[in-house]
C-alpha cells in the first residue's frame, strides 16, 4: 500500500483540515455492537499491534511546512504510543443502547489532537445481554468511508479463530522527524511532481488527442453542472443554523432485504428507497417544527466514491459529491419515490460527479490560502443542506477476538452551520442509519429517529401491497 514517510496530503484531504473548526470537527467513525466474550485488552493491543503494518498511517502524524508554503505531509511519529489511541471504559451495568450512545456523542465532540496521529478505538464494556461495544474514531483528512470498510480487515477477522499473521513485522522504527529544510524541499517536491504529471498530460493530449478533447469536454460540461448547481441555492432551513460543538447520536436499524423489497416493487434503486425513506423523515420533523413544506426541496450532498477499483487498499479521499434532491414537499411515499428516482437518474446521466473530480484535481495546484477558500466553498450552506452518505459493508459476519460483530452505525461529520448528518451502512444483512446532530440545534433528534422509522415501515408497507397486486 502507498503509505509512505512524507507523503503529502491531496488537495482534497488538505481541505478537510482546513475545514475544521471549534464546532465543525471532521472525523467519521462508527460505533459496533459484539456478543461475548470481550477481548482481553491486552491482548486486542498485541493484536492491533501485529497488524499496523498493514497501516502505516496510523503511526503516522500530521507536519506543516514553515509559513503555509505548501500542504502538509504524513511522517512518522516517533512518540507513538498505542495506549493513547486504543482505550477501554465501561457502562454501570447493565448498560442500555441509549448510554452507549451518549457515551458516543461525547466522544464525537472532542476534537482528535493534530499533534499525534488522528485516531482513536475505544472498548466499551459493560452493555445489556452481556455484550461489548467497538467505537472507532478517524479524522476525515486520513481516511473515507469507501476505504474505511478495506480497512476493517486490521481488526476484524472472518471467524472466531482470528487471522494468523503469517510474516510477523520486524520491529517498527520510526524515520526521523523532518526539520523546516526537509519540509521546504518536500514542497519543492510537490511543485516538481505537479510539472512532471502536467507534461505526462500535455504528452498524452499529443499522442491521443480524440481520447483527450473527450475527456476535456466532458470534464468542461461537468464542472458548468456543478456551477449551476451552485447557482440554484439550497433552501433556507433549521438545518442550517450556526451550531456548537457538541453531538447527539441516534441509531435507526433496518434490513436490507426490506430496501431490495422496496426497491423490485416500486422500482428505483436501494439508494433511492434510502433517500425517499430520509425526505419523508425529515418532511415530518419540519412538520413538528412547525415548518411548511409546500414547493421545499432540500438538496443532499452524496459523496460518491471515485477511487479505481484497482486501488482498493489506498488510503486518503477518492470522492466527489452530488447534490441530490429530498422531496420534502411530496406527501404521498410512492411518488416521493419516483420522483428521487428521476433525479437521482438524471444526476447519474450528467457530468456532475466527473466535474466534482476536475474541481478537486485542480485544486491540487491551489497554493494552501486559495484551497482553504475552496474547501470553504465545497460546504456552503447555499450548496446542500445537510450530508447523506451510504457506505456498502460486508453481507457476511465478521469477528474480533472471537466474539461476533452484530451491528455497526457509521458516524458522519457536521460541516459548518450543518446541524444534521446521516449516514448510512449495510451489514450482514442489515442497514443501520447513523443520525448525528448538534446538540443545542437537534433537541429533537428523537422526533426525527421516529419518523425515520415510520417512514421505512410506510413504505415497506406499500411496497408489500403493490407486490401483492401485482
Do not use: C
Not at 504528452?203 to 461537468?222: C, H, Q, W, Y
Not at 429530498?326 to 456532475?352: C, F, H, N, T, W
Not at 446532530?437 to 419518523?451: F, K, N, P
Amino acid at each position: 500500500m502507498a503509505q509512505e514517510h512524507f507523503d503529502r496530503l491531496t488537495a482534497l484531504d488538505a481541505s478537510f483540515l482546513e475545514q475544521e473548526g471549534p464546532t465543525s470537527h471532521m472525523h467519521v467513525g462508527a460505533v459496533a455492537m459484539f456478543e461475548n466474550p470481550v477481548p482481553d485488552f491486552d491482548e486486542f493491543l498485541d493484536t492491533i499491534r501485529g497488524r499496523l503494518h498493514l497501516v502505516p498511517r496510523y503511526r503516522q502524524k500530521l507536519s506543516l511546512p514553515p509559513l503555509r508554503t505548501g500542504r502538509p505531509v504524513w511522517v512518522d511519529d516517533p512518540s507513538f504510543n498505542i495506549e493513547y489511541h486504543v482505550r477501554r471504559t465501561a457502562l454501570p451495568p447493565p448498560g442500555s443502547e441509549e448510554q452507549l450512545l451518549l457515551l458516543t456523542s461525547r466522544i464525537f465532540s472532542q476534537q482528535l489532537d493534530r499533534s499525534k496521529p488522528l485516531w482513536e478505538m475505544w472498548i466499551i464494556e459493560g452493555l445489556e445481554d452481556d455484550r461489548w461495544a467497538l467505537i472507532n474514531k478517524t479524522h476525515h483528512a486520513m481516511i473515507d468511508g469507501v476505504s474505511g470498510v478495506d480497512l476493517a480487515t486490521v481488526i476484524f477477522d472472518l471467524s472466531p479463530e482470528g487471522t494468523v499473521v503469517e510474516h510477523p513485522p520486524e520491529p517498527w522504527m520510526p524515520a526521523p522527524e523532518p526539520g523546516d529544510a526537509d519540509l521546504l524541499a518536500s514542497v519543492a517536491l510537490g511543485a516538481t511532481r505537479t510539472a512532471i504529471d502536467s507534461v505526462k498530460s500535455v504528452t498524452k493530449m499529443v499522442s491521443s488527442p480524440a481520447a483527450v478533447f473527450d475527456g476535456l469536454r466532458d470534464g468542461i460540461e461537468g464542472v458548468g453542472e456543478v456551477a449551476w448547481a451552485g447557482i440554484n441555492a439550497a433552501p433556507s432551513t433549521p438545518l442550517n443554523v450556526e451550531i456548537g460543538p457538541h453531538r447527539r447520536f441516534r441509531v435507526v436499524q433496518a434490513q436490507l432485504e426490506d430496501f431490495k423489497q422496496i426497491k423490485n416493487a416500486l422500482g428505483g434503486t436501494v439508494n433511492d428507497a434510502v433517500l425517499t425513506v430520509v425526505s419523508g423523515a425529515l418532511r415530518t420533523w419540519l412538520h413538528a417544527r412547525g415548518v411548511r413544506t409546500e414547493g421545499l426541496e432540500l438538496r443532499a450532498l452524496v459523496p460518491v466514491s471515485i477511487r479505481p477499483k484497482d486501488a482498493h487498499h489506498e488510503f486518503g479521499n477518492q470522492i466527489a459529491a452530488m447534490r441530490g434532491p429530498l422531496p420534502v414537499y411530496i406527501d404521498d411515499p410512492i411518488a416521493r419515490l419516483g420522483m428521487v428516482r428521476q433525479s437521482m437518474d438524471g444526476l447519474k446521466e450528467s457530468k456532475q460527479a466527473l466535474g466534482a473530480e476536475v474541481i478537486s484535481g485542480a485544486q491540487n495546484f491551489a497554493p494552501p490560502t486559495l484551497l482553504a477558500q475552496a474547501s470553504r466553498l465545497n460546504f456552503s450552506t447555499r450548496l446542500f443542506n445537510l450530508i447523506v452518505t451510504n457506505v456498502p459493508g460486508p453481507q457476511f459476519p465478521l469477528y474480533v477476538g472471537g466474539s461476533r460483530l452484530l451491528s455497526i452505525a457509521p458516524v458522519a461529520f457536521l460541516p459548518r452551520n450543518h446541524a444534521l448528518a446521516i449516514a448510512i451502512m449495510s451489514y450482514d444483512g442489515g442497514l443501520s442509519f447513523g443520525l448525528l446532530g448538534d446538540y443545542d440545534q437537534m433537541a429533537d433528534l428523537d422526533v426525527l429517529a421516529d419518523a425515520l422509522q415510520d417512514s421505512i415501515d410506510e413504505l415497506l408497507a406499500l411496497s408489500a401491497e403493490t407486490a401483492a397486486a401485482q
